[in-house]
């Protein structure tokens, strides 16, 4: 089976070691990975800033590169939920796009929802063994119901997960809404990192890379130089 991987911008630019954690973790289920060298952004900061043609554009492009596959594997819930919630309003004018999105939309997959619900994968323990607690993503949870996923790999993995007080809540990056309200940003990425320290965990693990760097960057700022901010690609694939 073919799996088209949506490598996200922010991976791309800033940790692109997080992809190709991801791209082994696919390949060791039995899939054969391609990384489209044309595709771009999902659209997501120009839709949020209301700049609709902008964003269609994005998202027709996105349509092109990765129609053909048989998956289509993000690993960014803000990514994948972008495209899966929101490409439809984009293109609810054009029937011809609308149609083929709607047999673009079911393939598309958040990273450890596919690993766990379509490839079912194995896992086996590995050297780095927690304790880590779990921060679930605002659009990863609420736009593609990723919440146990991350956390069953992880004791596949044999990483002990210590739940944080309000794991379920904001980092406070929200895409734009950091850069339009960042007094606001900071005081919810304040209380976030606070229950992460306050679980007494060696690292925070997290599935999306902006509020990776929300959360590293708060953290490293107020002189917390020790508490690890990790991708749960990096975790699972044995590169953390």
Wanted: proline share 4%.
């Amino acid at each position: 089976m073919r799996v088209g991987f949506f490598v996200t911008c922010l991976i791309d630019l800033m940790r692109p070691e997080i992809g190709f954690s991801a791209i082994k973790l696919i390949e060791r289920a039995g899939y054969e990975v391609f990384v489209p060298p044309a595709q771009t952004c999902c659209g997501q900061p120009a839709y949020n800033s209301g700049d609709r043609r902008i964003a269609r554009d994005l998202a027709e492009k996105t349509l092109r590169e990765f129609e053909q596959y048989d998956y289509v594997v993000v690993p960014s819930g803000s990514c994948g939920g972008m495209i899966r919630a929101h490409y439809g309003d984009l293109f609810a004018d054009d029937p011809e796009l609308m149609g083929r999105f709607g047999r673009l939309r079911p393939k598309v997959y958040e990273l450890t929802d596919f690993l766990a619900t379509v490839a079912k994968v194995e896992l086996t323990p590995g050297e780095f063994q927690g304790p880590v607690t779990y921060h679930d993503s605002c659009s990863g949870l609420r736009e593609l119901g990723v919440k146990q996923q991350p956390r069953a790999l992880l004791a596949q993995a044999g990483v002990a997960v210590t739940e944080m007080k309000d794991c379920e809540h904001c980092c406070g990056f929200g895409g734009t809404f950091a850069v339009k309200f960042g007094d606001i940003s900071t005081a919810i990425v304040d209380e976030k990192c606070a229950n992460v320290q306050a679980s007494g965990a060696q690292a925070v693990v997290l599935g999306d890379l902006g509020c990776m760097l929300n959360i590293e960057g708060r953290l490293r700022r107020t002189g917390d130089t020790t508490t690890r901010v990790l991708h749960v690609a990096q975790v699972l694939a044995g590169d953390a």
